[in-house]
């Protein structure tokens, strides 16, 4: 008889403690039926004397579609039960791009800082450390990279997309016939609310083929949240790390196929070697979400020009039409910059020209459609120059209230 995991044992003692004191799962669906089921579950936490510390952190411990195994998601989709017997044809229709040798360095001393908060690996118990992850909050055990962060990186790449792609951390999922759902760490989502970039974050890989059985049901919900949108056919793109090794998938949602590109493993505690192998993961991600972003435009394209084919459309409206050339537009400037990024050459400063026109490209894109959520600035994409003044009217305000407040609280020196 194969031996039960421990976390399989933990959650029955859980669930048969719950069943003792009476919360078994009739009496917890009666209570989410409540009006006021948040008040009474509130109540609850503040008679027991939960701190909203340890409450938060037992909700981001809640498993999301973890209880899905391999041989489930291998009999849905027709895989071999077998994981370790499994290849994956490559990732289709992607070719690497490479960002502008300035914004890796950029990221490098970004990211050089960042590890200064954190103690160097070898300076850590290995059972110990913690990592920072995606986002501020959200820390994760490992064992070989304290001082890694991965939102330095993150962060600056899709702000390339000026708010036309955002993150939205534990975005609830739709049940499948696979799983019932759940919420996933970070779901990235373009405008349209279509979820197209699905990234899952382990502390290892102990039990691999779990992990990706996990993954695995997470880019099919995906996938059917898209098609509830009209998106049925649109690729969902996926990452799996444990921050040293890096899997990225894709699935194809009418042929039901997955796909896999070659692992990344960064593995090197020394901190230079780290940095420099973040930057090929970077370039790979970057990629990725770069041919997301083309793929939903494209899509969207041919959903409004549906659109206006159809009977209820067929004279088609100036405002229906504008509204497709500019998604067209867009489409157009993103294609051109995924050709300039994919050229690669040995000489800096050609790479450096090539890629700096394709992130322009790229910028011209992102201008010919609306932001996925509102910003409160007049300035929707700013430029450099443009974040320059902005900063210094900021510092020039902070400068005359601080002259201001002391002028009032201390005495002039002529005193």
């Known amino acids: 008889m194969a031996k039960r995991k421990t976390s399989d044992k933990d959650s029955d003692s859980l669930e048969d403690f719950m069943d003792e004191v009476g919360l078994t799962p009739e009496v917890l669906e009666r209570l989410g039926e409540h009006h006021e089921a948040t008040k009474i579950v509130a109540e609850i936490v ?11 952190r037992a909700r981001v411990e809640l498993p999301s579609f973890s209880k899905i195994t391999w041989g489930q998601v291998a009999s849905h989709f027709g895989l071999l039960r077998t994981f370790g017997w499994l290849s994956f044809d490559s990732i289709p229709g992607v070719t690497l791009c490479y960002l502008p040798p300035s914004f890796h360095k950029e990221l490098l001393m970004r990211s050089w800082s960042a590890m200064n908060v954190y103690a ?6 290995l059972e110990a450390p913690r990592v920072r992850l995606l986002d501020i909050a ?12 991965l939102s330095q990186y993150l962060v600056p790449l899709f702000a390339l997309f000026a708010g036309r792609i955002e993150d939205f951390p534990e975005h609830p999922m739709p049940e499948t016939e696979l799983s019932s759902g ?4 970070h779901e990235y989502f373009i405008v349209g609310k279509i979820l ?9 890989f102990d039990d691999l083929e779990s992990n990706v059985a996990q993954l695995f049901s997470e880019l099919y919900a995906a996938s059917k949240l898209n098609g509830d949108a009209g998106f049925e056919s649109l690729t969902v793109y996926g990452l799996l790390t444990d921050l040293g090794t890096f899997h990225f998938y894709s699935f194809n949602p009418i ?11 960064v593995h090197s505690l020394l901190r230079e070697e780290f940095l420099y192998g973040m930057m090929a993961v970077v370039d790979r991600i970057f990629t990725l979400v770069l041919q997301g ?5 494209k899509a969207t394209c041919a959903k409004i020009e549906e659109q206006l084919s159809s009977k209820q459309s067929s004279s088609g409206s100036p405002t229906t039409k504008a509204f497709l050339e500019d998604w067209r537009k867009a489409h157009q400037h993103g294609l051109a910059a995924q050709n300039k990024l994919k050229q690669f050459s040995g000489n800096e400063t050609e790479l450096e020209e090539s890629a700096a026109k394709g992130l322009e ?9 609306g932001r996925l959520t509102y910003t409160s600035s007049k300035h929707d994409i700013p430029s450099k120059a443009d974040l320059e003044t902005i900063a210094q009217k900021a510092v020039d305000k902070w400068r005359v209230d601080l002259c201001a407040e002391h002028a009032v609280t201390q005495p002039s020196s002529d005193a």
């Open 293 to 297: 972003y083309i793929d939903t435009l």
């Open 138 to 149: 959200r820390l994760v055990s490992s064992f070989q990279y304290p001082g890694l962060t």
């Open 182 to 185: 759940g919420s996933v760490e």
């Open 255 to 265: 042929s039901k196929t997955f796909y896999q590109d070659p692992r990344m493993v």
């Open 196 to 204: 197209f970039l699905v990234i899952e974050l382990k502390a290892n």
């Open 46 to 56: 503040n008679r027991l004397g939960i701190k909203d510390s340890a409450l938060k």
């Open 361 to 369: 490209s790229l910028k011209n894109s992102v201008a010919c459609v």
């Open 120 to 125: 160097e690996p070898t300076q850590r118990k």
